[in-house]
């Protein structure tokens, strides 16, 4: 994905980063963050701990603020033990309270799937053993970890999130995630952090997902918990692929029910792999083409090839390196995705040296090669003269697919829901504009119009396809018959990736389109009362506790505030905590309103990269 432009005083565009004091007005940061002992450390005064910010500058403090180690230390005052906010840190207590300060928070550390390597965490054991006498009373047995992760740090933990949830009486969202590996998550807004937490609560083997047993585990964790089923607004269940995902919901609803709760909240989750599958399905459309071999010969043969000759080394370093082709996701069907188009763009702008490459170099330098099957398959698809064609019209494709997941901002870590809607719509208009005669329009609640996209009478001609920008100079030598066929390939590929998205967008969810709203962009727009009124009309379980009339004054109330816009380092949750802690005199000036906000954002919220579990931690030690 095209990368966002950067200010120049962003830490990140230099190549050796240095402490910069405005990171400490960030409020993310605020609160902990000083500077260290030079210039390329930050320092971390809850955790006691120095991080240097030589190479990724501002986002090493993030992951330091994100890790569980610090998370503990700050929300946790363990047995009279305190940390001093003064960048001279002091810590009290007697030896026997240090030594179980130690031990916990290197069980954080192998819990959250830490390298257990002393020299990789030289700021973790700082924070350990600020005194070497500390060390003496340390007991780190795979017995003596096991047991204060069991039997000590997860029952805390629970117990937490029991205050957080049930005696402040927020509603939750429950996300069972895994296949063999049954996580059991709990979502919900946290005002103290000012943002959606996303919290494990139990973690069961299972050799196949039975949705039978998917239940009474579920049912079980809220029993061991105790938390009020009457406060679960919905339930999320493992791959829509697997069956029994329904059953699961509807008896978790019957439980909820019965427990004095309502039904569930109609939402459609959504997430980047959505879009990941359907241009995959895309590309198992025109398996044919070979072009998933092309890449993996290529880039099979530029990591073994020597060097060639002076015109041909650009070539080498473009195509044997792969890091320009990589992003930072977690999901791996999301960087196949990116990888993919990213080496599609790459073959398309060098297709003549390519060519060049394999048809006259390699065989005049490379004896014997003409007998490689390797060589024989890159030759084969790069004299084919559809191929930068088909290479064109992919490129194209993957390029409106990347632009979808920027806009949407469905890569970042938490909600994304003011942009999700529109982007959404906005993605399937334009496919189906690459191919249709008559641009698709979407209706609220019922999705996209009737269109009859797989009749050809409805498809644009030959030479109205959109299959990118290919130069002109490739369809001299192509023989009409095969441009006929080409064209049938991209109709019928364009066909099955508009029934993928239609399917699977969440075109028809009216919470989602309602929650345009949280947009701080949209804020002053007069039409924005009436898509609040709509939403409130549509989702009477989210104002349970408060007035509809009430929600509606504060509406007003916010949109005439003379209230900072979102700033650069700002999520959407972030500006929300902020706005929200607006007081008028002692009370908060939104409060009937913050009930809706918060529920809008803890429905769509995207936890960023893998989880790790409290059993994972226990299977390292």
Same mark, same amino acid.
């Given at each position: 994905?095209?990368?966002?432009?950067?200010?120049? &005083?962003?830490?990140?565009?230099?190549?050796?980063?240095?402490?910069?004091?405005?990171?400490?007005?960030?409020?993310?940061?605020?609160?902990?963050?000083?500077?260290?002992?030079?210039?390329?450390?930050?320092?971390?005064?809850?955790?006691?701990?120095?991080?240097?910010?030589?190479?990724?500058?501002?986002?090493?403090?993030?992951?330091?603020?994100?890790? &569980?180690?610090?998370?503990?230390?700050?929300?946790?005052?363990?047995?009279?033990? +305190?940390?001093?906010?003064?960048?001279?840190?002091?810590?009290?207590?007697?030896?026997?309270?240090?030594?179980?300060?130690? &031990?916990?928070?290197?069980?954080?550390?192998?819990?959250?799937?830490?390298?257990?390597?002393?020299?990789?965490?030289?700021?973790?054991?700082?924070?350990?053993?600020?005194?070497?006498?500390?060390?003496?009373?340390?007991?780190?047995?795979?017995?003596?970890?096991?047991?204060?992760?069991?039997?000590?740090?997860?029952?805390?933990?629970?117990?937490?999130?029991?205050? *957080?949830?049930?005696?402040?009486?927020?509603?939750?969202?429950?996300?069972?995630?895994?296949?063999?590996?049954?996580?059991?998550?709990?979502?919900?807004?946290?005002? !103290?952090?000012?943002?959606?937490?996303?919290?494990?609560?139990?973690?069961?083997?299972?050799?196949?997902?039975?949705?039978?047993?998917?239940?009474?585990?579920?049912?079980?964790?809220?029993?061991?918990?105790?938390?009020?089923?009457?406060?679960?607004?919905?339930?999320?269940?493992?791959?829509?692929?697997?069956?029994?995902?329904?059953?699961?919901?509807?008896?978790?609803?019957?439980?909820?029910?019965?427990?004095?709760?309502?039904?569930?909240?109609?939402?459609?989750?959504?997430?980047?792999?959505?879009?990941?599958?359907?241009?995959?399905?895309?590309?198992?459309?025109?398996?044919?083409?070979?072009?998933?071999?092309?890449?993996?010969?290529?880039?099979?043969?530029?990591?073994?090839?020597?060097?060639?000759?002076?015109?041909?080394?650009?070539?080498?370093?473009?195509?044997?390196?792969?890091?320009?082709?990589?992003?930072?996701?977690?999901?791996?069907? /999301?960087?196949?995705?990116?990888?993919?188009?990213?080496?599609?763009?790459?073959?398309?702008?060098?297709?003549? +040296?390519?060519?060049?490459?394999?048809?006259?170099?390699?065989?005049?330098?490379?004896?014997?090669?003409?007998? *490689?099957?390797?060589?024989?398959?890159?030759?084969?698809?790069?004299?084919?003269?559809?191929?930068?064609?088909?290479?064109?019209?992919?490129?194209?494709?993957?390029?409106?697919?990347?632009?979808?997941?920027?806009?949407? !901002?469905?890569?970042?870590?938490?909600? *994304?829901?003011?942009?999700?809607?529109?982007?959404?719509?906005?993605?399937?208009?334009?496919?189906?504009?690459?191919?249709?005669?008559?641009?698709?329009?979407?209706?609220?609640? *019922?999705?996209?119009?009737?269109?009859?996209?797989?009749?050809?009478?409805? !498809?644009?001609?030959?030479?109205?396809?959109?299959?990118?920008?290919?130069? /002109?100079?490739?369809?001299?030598?192509?023989?009409?018959?095969?441009?006929?066929?080409?064209?049938?390939?991209?109709?019928?590929?364009?066909?099955?990736?508009?029934?993928?998205?239609?399917?699977?967008?969440?075109?028809?969810?009216?919470?989602?389109?309602?929650?345009?709203?949280?947009?701080?962009?949209?804020?002053?727009?007069?039409?924005?009362?009436?898509?609040?009124?709509?939403?409130?009309?549509?989702?009477?379980?989210?104002?349970?506790?408060?007035?509809?009339?009430?929600?509606?004054?504060?509406?007003? !109330?916010?949109?005439? +505030?003379?209230?900072?816009?979102?700033?650069?380092?700002?999520?959407?949750?972030?500006?929300?905590?902020?706005?929200?802690?607006?007081?008028?005199?002692?009370?908060?000036?939104?409060?009937?309103?913050?009930?809706?906000?918060?529920?809008?954002? /803890?429905?769509?919220?995207?936890?960023?990269?893998?989880?790790?579990?409290?059993?994972?931690?226990?299977?390292?030690?």
């Amino acid at each position: 994905m095209a990368a966002s432009n950067q200010k120049s &005083e962003d830490p990140h565009s230099q190549p050796h980063q240095v402490y910069n004091v405005r990171w400490e007005g960030d409020p993310r940061l605020a609160s902990w963050v000083r500077r260290g002992r030079t210039q390329h450390e930050g320092y971390c005064s809850f955790c006691l701990s120095y991080i240097s910010v030589r190479d990724e500058g501002l986002g090493a403090l993030l992951s330091h603020g994100e890790s &569980e180690t610090h998370h503990f230390i700050m929300n946790s005052k363990i047995d009279g033990c +305190s940390t001093s906010h003064s960048s001279n840190p002091s810590i009290s207590g007697g030896p026997s309270t240090l030594s179980q300060r130690a &031990e916990i928070l290197w069980c954080l550390y192998v819990a959250s799937g830490g390298d257990v390597s002393a020299s990789t965490q030289p700021g973790l054991f700082g924070a350990m053993f600020p005194d070497s006498k500390i060390a003496k009373n340390v007991i780190m047995s795979r017995s003596r970890i096991k047991y204060l992760i069991n039997r000590g740090i997860k029952p805390y933990l629970l117990d937490q999130l029991l205050k *957080s949830v049930a005696e402040k009486r927020k509603l939750f969202v429950v996300d069972m995630i895994g296949n063999r590996n049954l996580d059991i998550y709990v979502r919900f807004w946290n005002d !103290q952090a000012g943002k959606v937490l996303n919290v494990l609560i139990e973690s069961i083997p299972m050799k196949k997902y039975d949705p039978d047993q998917a239940f009474s585990l579920c049912l079980e964790a809220f029993r061991k918990t105790r938390l009020p089923l009457n406060q679960l607004v919905h339930i999320s269940t493992p791959n829509p692929t697997l069956g029994g995902n329904d059953k699961v919901q509807r008896e978790v609803q019957e439980a909820v029910i019965l427990a004095g709760g309502k039904r569930f909240l109609s939402i459609h989750p959504f997430d980047e792999n959505v879009i990941c599958r359907a241009y995959e399905k895309l590309l198992l459309t025109v398996a044919d083409w070979g072009l998933d071999d092309l890449v993996s010969d290529l880039r099979a043969w530029f990591n073994t090839c020597t060097l060639p000759d002076e015109p041909f080394q650009k070539l080498l370093e473009e195509f044997s390196n792969d890091d320009a082709c990589c992003t930072t996701s977690n999901s791996p069907l /999301l960087r196949h995705t990116f990888q993919l188009n990213c080496w599609f763009k790459k073959i398309t702008c060098f297709w003549t +040296s390519l060519v060049t490459y394999f048809q006259n170099y390699v065989p005049n330098t490379e004896r014997g090669i003409k007998k *490689s099957p390797r060589y024989q398959r890159l030759l084969t698809t790069l004299s084919n003269p559809l191929t930068p064609l088909r290479l064109w019209f992919l490129r194209s494709v993957g390029h409106r697919m990347e632009g979808f997941l920027e806009e949407s !901002q469905l890569t970042s870590e938490g909600s *994304s829901v003011h942009l999700l809607y529109k982007a959404s719509s906005s993605l399937i208009k334009d496919i189906g504009a690459c191919f249709l005669k008559r641009r698709p329009s979407v209706f609220p609640g *019922s999705g996209v119009s009737h269109v009859k996209f797989e009749e050809r009478e409805h !498809q644009l001609d030959d030479v109205e396809l959109d299959i990118g920008e290919p130069p /002109l100079g490739f369809f001299r030598d192509i023989p009409h018959l095969k441009l006929v066929v080409f064209y049938t390939e991209v109709r019928d590929a364009y066909a099955v990736l508009f029934r993928c998205l239609a399917e699977r967008l969440p075109l028809t969810d009216t919470v989602l389109r309602g929650c345009k709203i949280l947009n701080p962009d949209k804020r002053t727009e007069e039409n924005l009362s009436k898509t609040l009124k709509d939403l409130l009309k549509d989702c009477p379980r989210i104002t349970d506790c408060v007035s509809a009339q009430k929600i509606m004054e504060e509406w007003n !109330q916010y949109q005439s +505030s003379d209230i900072e816009g979102i700033q650069s380092y700002e999520t959407v949750e972030m500006y929300w905590a902020r706005v929200l802690q607006t007081r008028d005199g002692v009370l908060p000036k939104f409060r009937s309103l913050s009930k809706l906000v918060q529920v809008l954002l /803890l429905l769509y919220y995207k936890p960023c990269g893998r989880h790790q579990t409290m059993s994972d931690g226990e299977q390292r030690v």
